[in-house]
């Protein structure tokens, strides 16, 4: 948690001040400090925190509006501070992706077990992504060897074993990925064919 980038957004003056003494005390480093949303949406995208701890009800535009127009461009792990326990607002930023929910007044002990687990959850959901891409890469270059194996079997009329041994004595020959040279063989195909 030491040298953790935060950027706070907090209309109350005394509130604002004993949250930034906390983090200060946990060894956080406050970058921002936004007192209406529109605020927490400029500061957030300029200075790129590690995390977002935001009132909920700020004015000009509230907690939840500003932080989801800060998700709709970069992915920061935010916990929000309300003065209620509503169910309906406890929906609403479990939806827009909120990390945590903490209801003043905030302590220093709750503040640091909210942000652990916030940060905790933020690498498991990054790393998730991460490997659904990987996923979504590897499907595609699958779909794609195999859409050039089609084309090598049909037109040297080779078997699929014989077309995937083609395909990787092509690989290695030149050297790139099998699926650069899959993708090679159905562009070559597409300028072939007369349709």
């Keep these: 948690m030491k040298d953790l980038k935060v950027l706070i957004a907090e209309d109350e003056y005394l509130i604002l001040m004993g949250l930034k003494s906390n983090l200060e005390n946990l060894g956080c480093k406050v970058v921002g400090e936004a007192t209406n949303g529109e605020e927490l949406v400029k500061l957030a995208l300029e200075k790129k925190p590690d995390m977002i701890i935001a009132d909920i009800n700020l004015p000009v535009m509230n907690g939840l509006e500003a932080l989801r127009r800060i998700s709709e461009k ?44 916030a940060l905790s959850r933020f690498e498991d959901i990054k790393n998730l992504k991460n490997e659904l891409e990987v996923t979504k890469e590897t499907l595609e270059s699958r779909k794609l060897i195999e859409k050039a194996k089609g084309i090598i079997m049909e037109r ?19 050297n790139k990925k099998l699926v650069d040279v899959a993708k090679e063989i159905i562009e070559a195909d597409k300028a072939f064919r007369i349709d």
């Design 74 to 117: 970069v992915f920061i792990p935010t916990l929000i501070v309300s003065g209620y326990d509503d169910e309906e607002l406890i929906d609403r930023a479990k939806n827009l992706g909120v990390l945590g929910y903490l209801i003043k007044p905030i302590d220093e002990s709750d503040l640091k077990a909210a942000i652990e687990i």
């Design 156 to 174: 040297l009329r080779l078997n699929e074993e014989e077309s995937m041994k083609f395909l990787q004595k092509k690989s290695r020959n030149s």
